[in-house]
């Protein structure tokens, strides 16, 4: 299959994508709030649902089982809606992107709809490969750990001379922590365009998740500073919307509503970094701007010899 074409883009900073990506969404705000909104009204009316039929149901501290599986339902549909969402946003931005025909709010979520089984494949996909290259990491941290608790508490805890030993074993810890993160960051950042890849290219998992990695190879610096800014945005963001929502820490239903409202603005914004991150590779990799350039040059003709 073809790649398709795109507008002649200069290659991006992290800030500079970030940036692009609002002016992207900006001028067409309502309509993708509206994709937004769409996107969220079936767990919003769940739990309305769920808080009309039990509202004073507060989280089990002593059945965390039982949590789970009232829970398992809304977090389900939140997720299938969620990644319908997303690939329609993408579909949407991609059209504002190419300076084409904006489809409606129906399309985009069509076009998402068709993809639905094969963007889910994607999330669960990198799932498995957070695991997979994580869960070493993982165990090595707490295999540390356990090892130097148990020699402390051979030698007789923490107290007198072994002060040391546990600041090593703490340092320790964080080191492996920090490593542990970095592992998670690169193979998040890495795979992060698999949604643009499935949705522009019409990629199936797998396929998307190998084109994902040739694009971003020798761009690992440049992802990890793009998505290591949109952690932090997105932290900051949900820490203050977490903050609105602690009001109703009582009533998790209300709360969760809350939140999933409050968010919608923010996820366009999302998006539209993956679908600039995506285009940016291109242009680091495959010179999608000199392609874009050269498509728009007249065509002359040459003169009979």
Known sequence: MPVPALPPLPPRSATEIVDGAVQLIRPQFSYFLRI??????????????????????????????????QQAPQTLLEWVFGTAQSGAILAGALAVLRGDAIPSVQSAFMT??????????????????????????????GFAVAISGIGVTAAGGFSGGNVGVAIGIALMSLVLLVGLLFVAVSIVARSAVMSALIIVEDLGPMAALQRAHALSRGNYLQLAKTYGLVMLIAGVVYAVLASITAAFQNQQQIASALLSVLVIPVVPIIGGITLLTYADLRVRREGADLDAALDALPVTSLPPI
């Open 112 to 141: 998402a709809f068709r993809r639905v089984f094969a963007l889910i494949g994607s999330s669960l996909l990198l799932i498995v490969v957070l695991l997979v290259t994580a869960l070493p990491v993982a165990l090595a941290i």
């Open 36 to 69: 937004a909104a769409v996107g969220a009204i079936p767990a919003l009316l769940l739990s309305v649902i769920t808080l009309l039929m039990s509202p004073s149901v507060t989280p089990s501290l002593t059945d965390p089982f039982a949590q789970l599986r």
